[in-house]
Each structure stands twice: as C-alpha cells, then as structure tokens.
C-alpha cells in the first residue's frame, strides 16, 4: 500500500426485481446444471448493464451525500455492454452528471474486469476534494439448456473512494497463467461459452487464484494493522468476497485462498443473484462492507485467460451504504415469462410508423432525459419541462435557467398500454414484459412548493398498480433502439424503496 492510496468512503449495489427459481429451471429442463444458485437475478425488458451501473453509482453517491460532480474518475467495468464497441463510461457519466473533464474508463473482455476497476479506484490520482467511482455491472447469458445460462444472474455494484477513506486495500497481488477456452463469448455473440472439462476449468479457477493470494504483498512499508504477505496470515479475514461463476466454486478455492467457507458464504451474493460476471467480487465486497462486524475482507476476482486479482481490505470505521438486492417488490417468475424477457419467444418489432427521433436530436436534450434538467423562466420564474420554446405561464423567449430536478414527484394521471396498444418503438418491450403504464407526473422541484408535470413510463411495477397521488421516483432506463443506438432515459417507479 502506498501513502496516498485510496480508501472506500460509500458503496452502493443494485440487482433487477425479477427473480427466477432453480425449481422453475428444473421443471423446464428436468435437472439444474448450475450447482448452489437456488435462484437468480434477471434485468427487466428495458435493463441492461448500463442502466444497472446507474442505479448503483446513484446508490453508492447517495449513500453519503456525494454530488456527482465531485467525481474526477469514473471506471465502468462490465463483460456484457449493451454494444459491442462504444465506450460505455462516458453514458454512465451522463446520466449520473459526471463532469465532462473527469477521467472515464472502461474495463471489460473478462469477469476480472470487476478488480481491475477496482485496482484503478485505490490508485486514481485525485484533487483535493475529487473523488474516484467505480462501478461493475453484468448480466450474462448462455445457451438456455446450459449450465452457463443457468447460473446467469445480474447485478452490480458501486464504490466512492477517496483520499482517507475508510476501507483500505493493505495488500494486492495478481497472477496470469495461459489457460484457454474455460470461458468465452465468440465475437458476434451474447451466449457464453466453455469447453465444459470440470477438471480443467476447476484448476484454472483455483491454481489462477492461489497465485494472486501468493502474491500478495504489503508494499515496503506495511501496515501497522498487520497486512498480510501471500496466503499465510489470512485466517484471520472475516469475509471472503470471491468471484462465483456458480455456487459450487468459490468453496473448492477455501485452501488455495486460505479462508474457511464461512468466509465466503457471509458475503455469497451467487446463491439468490446468479453469476454477475464483473460484479461478482464487487458485490461481495459491498455486502462486506456494509457489515459493520467486518474488520477485514478478502476480494478474489477470477477472469478467462486466466488472470486473477486479489486484495485484503481493511476497515476502520463505518462505511455509508444503499445496496438495494433484497427488494421488496421482487417477482418470481415462471419460466416462460423468463424466456420472454431473455427475448428468447417473441417476434420481431413491427417496421415502420414509430416516432423517429434522430439521435442528433436526442443528443440535445440528454440533459433532460438523463438527468431531469429542467429550466426557470427567467422572466417570471415559473419551471418549464423540457425548456424550450416560449414561457407556458407568461410567454416570454428571454430563456431559462437550468434547474436539476430531485427526481421524485406525485402521479396526476395514469394508462395502461395493452398489447396491440403499444406504439411500434415499445412494441417488443411490451411482448417482452406485458402491459405497462404510462403516467403524468408532477415532479417536485429542489425547493418551495412549485412542481413540473411531465409524462413517464412506470417500471419495476405491474400495470394498474400505481394510482393517482401515489409518490414515484425517476429512474433511468432504456426507451427504446432505433437505427441501432438505444436510447436511455428517465422512467419513473413507486417512491417506497428509495
């Protein structure tokens, strides 16, 4: 450890409502292939890995009151990027208000992706007053009958760290040894692949792991809480956050990480998230932290190739969290509905008659969409939203002020979109997920009494479960993908989980 490495300040997690239980798996195929996952996570028809990412950067930043315009680096790590090639970082800044001039990186093309953003968090070079955020996000898919698909889960997880935080990595240590074809997805392709040879795999996961843990190393001037070098000395971790492709392996690695079971399964997120990819470790990591019985942590995080990385955390004092992964608006679901929102059963999108908005267009108003900028007439005072064109209270053109918006707001009025009724673009969301609702609401403004109407498509509910004056929260979501770029914005949903 260095003298001005960072530590960890907030965290924040975040894994989609919808559930799918390994007795549904196991009826649908007569067996379940995905040893120790008693149930998974699965993004909603308009999630992704981004809109994931956001939602628990937004959960880690409220955690301790952290503007995002605080953040100097931003680092995004994900296996599953909604496209194959775009730098999905600088979206995530735009919808969580990132400065421009901040630092964005991305890390992907392995589940080891979680680590190394999290090794560029502790390292960042940050200003006085900067802080570094790092977030992993995944949600991975496979061949249906599979054991890859089977264990495929979601979620992600999130981390403020800065100058003096409280929880910092003692030691680190990482290892790379060639180990081809345990774990793939062939260019042009969402399904993860693996030779499936249990015994090759297993000594990749293992042996690639054992050699981060021996490499771990306090750095010339250890710690005065006794970080450790190498496996020796790590029986003493309260928390073992390992990546887990499944829920059998992480506990075939106890000897070659030098931590009991215990250990692990304080911290095991696999068994009701599914394999989060990236996140995985991550995920661990913030539930660690977040248990205020928590001195010390170890992260293992394992990716194809193979490399590994490796860290103990060391905690003193307590750490904000907001980790939203046991919800209580959680839906099981059956396995066609599953299949149905993997977009496994349903047909192609009609062509044609949508609305179309080119993405010029859009550009120039993700400020509202991403982040619900609103304006203030500069003439009379009144809000606007969207701001543009003459004043709708006094008609004036002398402009607006840019006002950001909390985000919450009371329903005025609520529909039901049924299938057949959905306009084109929403079209296969509505065969993916079924009817959904769309409302007006009055969003509140940052202060006095003053609000702002403005239409929203509600998610995370069921339809005609939300009624007039009932209080919402935006969220941000995917719209919908025309020409081959998606769109994300805001949607709103109930306000109780906030």
């Not at 940050?126 to 009958?145: I, N, Q, S, W, Y």
Request: aromatic share 4%; glycine share 12%.
């Amino acid at each position: 450890m260095t003298e001005d490495e960072n530590g960890v300040r907030a965290i924040g997690a975040y894994a989609p409502r919808h559930r799918l239980p390994a007795s549904e798996v196991e009826a649908a195929w007569g067996s379940v292939q995905a040893s120790g996952v008693g149930r998974k996570a699965v993004p909603g028809a308009d999630e992704d890995a981004l809109t994931m990412a956001a939602a628990a950067a937004t959960n880690a930043l409220h955690a301790d009151g952290t503007d995002a315009s605080a953040v100097g680096v931003l680092a995004l790590a994900t296996t599953t990027p909604p496209l194959e090639e775009e730098d999905l970082s600088v979206r995530l800044g735009s919808m969580l208000g990132v400065p421009e001039s901040a630092r964005h990186e991305a890390y992907g093309a392995s589940t080891r992706a979680g680590t190394r953003a999290l090794a560029a968090g502790f390292d960042a070079d940050l200003a006085t007053d900067e802080v570094a955020l790092v977030v992993a996000a995944d949600c991975p898919k496979g061949e249906p009958a599979g054991e890859r698909d089977q264990a495929a889960g979601a979620g992600a997880a999130a981390f403020v760290l800065v100058d003096g935080g409280p929880a910092v990595a003692l030691a680190r240590g990482s290892f790379v040894r060639p180990t081809p074809g345990t774990r793939f997805r062939e260019r042009g392709t969402e399904r993860v692949e693996g030779l499936g040879v249990t015994s090759y795999d297993r000594a990749a996961f293992t042996e690639t792991l054992a050699g981060a843990v021996a490499n771990l190393d306090a750095g010339a001037d250890e710690d005065d809480r006794g970080a450790p070098d190498g496996a020796e000395g790590l029986g003493d971790v309260d928390a073992a956050a390992v990546q887990a492709p499944d829920g059998a392996m992480p506990y075939r690695a106890t000897d070659a990480l030098g931590v009991d079971a215990d250990a692990i399964q304080r911290v095991a997120t696999v068994h009701d998230l599914g394999d989060t990819g990236a996140a995985s470790p991550l995920l661990g990591l913030a539930k660690a932290l977040a248990d205020p019985d928590v001195e010390r942590a170890l992260v293992a995080g394992y990716g194809s190739g193979a490399g590994a990385d490796a860290f103990v955390v060391d905690v003193d004092g307590a750490v904000p969290a907001s980790l939203a992964l046991d919800r209580e608006d959680e839906r099981e679901l059956s396995y066609a509905q599953y299949l149905r929102l993997r977009d496994e059963v349903v047909s192609d999108p009609p062509s044609g008659g949508g609305a179309y908005v080119s993405v010029p267009s859009w550009r120039r108003t993700l400020p509202e969409r991403h982040r619900l900028v609103a304006g203030r007439c500069e003439h009379c005072g009144a809000l606007a939203f969207p701001p543009e064109g003459a004043c709708g209270d006094c008609g004036s053109l002398d402009g607006y002020e840019d006002v950001q918006l909390p985000g919450t707001g009371t329903v005025e009025a609520a529909t039901t979109i049924s299938q057949g009724g959905a306009p084109p673009e929403f079209a296969l969301q509505q065969q993916r997920d079924g009817d959904f609702d769309v409302v007006v609401v009055a969003f509140d403004a940052p202060q006095g009494d003053d609000t702002v109407s403005a239409p929203a498509q509600l998610t995370d509910v069921d339809a005609g479960d939300v009624s007039v004056g009932d209080d919402v929260v935006a969220t941000g979501r995917r719209i919908y993908s025309q020409e081959g770029v998606t769109r994300y914005g805001f949607k709103v949903r109930p306000a109780r989980d906030r």
